[in-house]
């Protein structure tokens, strides 16, 4: 049989490993930041571009396609997911999700979609202006609201307004990151979990909720994972109703979507989703404790190859990131202590001595993560958060900067 070829549009590069164990060829574009050896000595073919750019993607894909023909596209990055499915619908290739994708990418059109059906009611209103915005507080009865961009990713401009007097300010923040209309939502009081669905053919599996832990208001950058979430059951059923009626108002077709939350005193309430697998070494959480390969699975179902075993690997796995900020980095000891501490998976440390380090703007401003397993979930939370804190590392404040955030 014919080796199968796939076109990965971006990603961090962990998608390459599943290929490898398939026997699965691929090619690649990349954008610069993101390239590594491995990516482009292992691709049929690679490309060096800004994947936004729709014109060039769709040329060297038909290009490649013409004389190295593709079984499938896929990406796992959010800002390939689009490009991704334009790629299988021109091509008429499996890996076209385009309805989903739109119905999600664009945080704005996913708040009408839920309020055209009656699902999970948050107010919100897209603001071209600072006074629409201040309008909006203004009906909210002065309650607190999100600005977020209405297309971005990674956590970046999304910010809590407590008043008009945070208004300017982070209205000027978030605005940094995008030049369309702003999203501004009512504040969500309540703890934050991620849901991780496989779909295959419309079928949608809810695989595992997540909960999270996020740095203090009025920024939502996550600090840390674990999963299985801690819900009573009637709140884990909750939230797995609300996710499956969403899958299927957005017709997911394929592969994972990754669904943010927060459970209110009202019940589970959407942040947004996307269609792909979640960030942060969700995916990696998942996989060790319900044995599911989100990206494996995603390529044998456009593939049409044979699904892997599940084989869960713990009872339970967390994640806890580095999070230091504005602060200059002296010394970083214990690296090897910490590596060595009871339900270690694995360290991954990019701190150094030298070492400046700007504000937490966005989960890429992190410095690495410790990622541990347990027999159950508060285990594996104490011992990533002990491992995190075998890391001893010594800041010196920058001048003019507020305290480090750990």
Not at 231 to 252: D, G
Not at 277 to 304: A, H, K, R, S
Request: hydrophobic share 40%; net charge negative.
């Amino acid at each position: 049989m014919m080796q199968k070829h796939v076109l990965l549009v971006g990603g961090p590069g962990s998608e390459l490993d599943k290929l490898q164990r398939l026997g699965v060829r691929y090619s690649m574009m990349q954008i610069p930041e993101r390239v590594t050896e491995r990516q482009y000595t292992n691709a049929s073919h690679y490309a060096v571009l800004d994947y936004r750019d729709l014109d060039e993607v769709l040329a060297v894909a038909q290009a490649w396609h013409r004389v190295d023909p593709f079984d499938a596209v896929v990406s796992f990055t959010e800002y390939g997911l689009y490009p991704a499915s334009r790629c299988a619908r021109e091509l008429g290739l499996p890996g076209d999700n385009l309805t989903a994708v739109e119905l999600t990418r664009d945080k704005a059109r996913t708040r009408e979609l839920l309020d055209r059906h009656g699902l999970s009611p948050v107010r919100h209103r897209l603001c071209a202006d600072i006074d629409e915005a201040r309008r909006f507080m203004a009906d909210l009865g002065g309650a607190p609201i999100v600005l977020k961009p209405r297309d971005g990713g990674l956590s970046e401009g999304v910010f809590l307004v407590g008043g008009d007097d945070d208004l300017v300010e982070r209205w000027g923040w978030t605005r940094l990151t995008t030049d369309g209309p702003l999203l501004a939502e009512e504040f969500l009081s309540g703890p934050e979990f991620s849901v991780e669905s496989l779909s295959t053919g419309g079928r949608h599996e809810i695989v595992a909720i997540t909960e999270k832990v996020t740095t203090d208001l009025p920024r939502f950058v996550e600090t840390g994972h674990h999963v299985p979430a801690r819900l009573n059951p009637a709140s884990a059923t909750a939230i797995e109703e609300l996710v499956t009626r969403f899958l299927a108002l957005i017709e997911q077709k394929d592969g994972p979507v990754h669904t943010e939350l927060r459970l209110t005193d009202s019940g589970p309430r959407l942040i947004e989703a996307q269609t792909r697998v979640g960030g942060d070494q969700i995916w990696e959480l998942c996989e060790l404790v319900t044995g599911v390969d989100l990206m494996t699975e995603t390529f044998t179902t456009l593939l049409g190859l044979p699904r892997p075993r599940r084989t869960p690997a713990a009872g339970a796995a967390a994640i806890r990131f580095f999070s230091y900020e504005d602060a200059r980095v002296v010394a970083v000891d214990g690296l090897d202590r910490a590596r060595n501490a009871p339900g270690v998976h694995r360290l991954h440390c990019t701190l150094e001595a030298g070492q400046e380090l700007g504000g937490l703007t966005s989960s890429t401003a992190r410095q690495g993560y410790v990622l541990c397993t347990g027999a159950d979930t508060s285990e594996a939370m104490g011992n990533a958060e002990r491992a995190h804190d075998l890391v001893e590392v010594r800041t010196e404040q920058l001048s003019g900067a507020p305290a480090p955030v750990r």
